[in-house]
Antibody, heavy 121, light 110 residues
Framework: QLQLQESGPGLVKSSDTLSLSCSVS??????????WGWIRQPPGKGLEWMGA???????SYNPSLKSRITIVVDTSKNEFSLKFTSVTAADTAVYYC?????????????WGQGTTVTVSS | QSVLTQPPSASGTPGQRVTISCSGS????????VNWYRQLPGTAPKLLIY???HRPSGVPDRFSGSKSGTSASLAIGGLQSDDEADYYC???????????FGGGTKLTVL
């Protein structure tokens, strides 16, 4: 069964770049018809799609965040990563890495456990 | 403000049937399927319904989904105390080229 695990700093300074990685086990990032991406949830608020990269190279970025986001899939390490620039306190959130099945479920069907990121001033 | 619209709260008594609505537009629910997630405090969301009305393995048939046009709903029958959670609808949006979520509905079992 596919599992995702986020890793990265829990505390980032305002204006810095947030870098997170997502390790994939029980499956391969290079097989299938999937988007590999990131979803965040600010404290006490709802879910927000940040963006993702598809196996076929297509990308999907939230227009409101697009200028600040880079998502890269590393097939040699079987992981994918997020770089998120110029963070502010408003970017404090739980960050989930996730897989969106684009063939059967047409849904985000696998989630990491989430990692809490706090942006300090 | 979320692209999909859900009521912020819902409630019911044990054994009752509760429905949660989700409203969208032609670029999301109107042309793509809807999914539902359940999120318990401090945990990641879990897929509850996919492709409008299908349940992943392990999800009880007390949970059912439907969609018509640009609206969708999740029904929970035989309400149980451990159904207390936040419920989110989601869909693909062709205009935004990404997944959009509802704001979430907090279900309370009285």
């Amino acid at each position: 069964q596919l599992q995702l695990q986020e890793s990265g700093p829990g505390l980032v300074k305002s204006s810095d770049t947030l870098s997170l990685s997502c390790s994939v086990s029980g499956g391969s990032v290079s097989r299938g018809t999937f988007y590999w991406g990131w979803i965040r949830q600010p404290p006490g608020k709802g879910l927000e799609w940040m963006g993702a990269v598809h196996n076929d190279g297509r990308t999907s970025y939230n227009p409101s965040l697009k200028s600040r986001i880079t998502i890269v899939v590393d097939t040699s390490k079987n992981e994918f990563s997020l770089k998120f620039t110029s963070v502010t306190a408003a970017d404090t959130a739980v960050y989930y890495c996730a897989r969106r099945d684009d063939y059967y479920y047409y849904a985000v069907d696998v989630w990491g456990q989430g990692t809490t990121v706090t942006v300090s001033s | 403000q979320s692209v999909l619209t859900q009521p912020p709260s819902a409630s019911g008594t044990p054994g009752q049937r509760v429905t949660i609505s989700c409203s969208g537009s032609s670029s999301n629910l109107g042309s793509n399927t809807v999914n539902w997630y359940r999120q318990l405090p401090g945990t990641a969301p879990k897929l509850l319904i996919y492709r409008n009305n299908h349940r992943p393995s392990g999800v009880p048939d007390r949970f059912s989904g439907s969609k018509s046009g640009t609206s969708a709903s999740l029904a929970i029958g035989g309400l149980q105390s451990d159904d207390e959670a936040d419920y989110y609808c989601a869909s693909w949006d062709d205009s935004l080229n990404g997944v959009v979520f509802g704001g979430g509905t907090k279900l309370t079992v009285l």
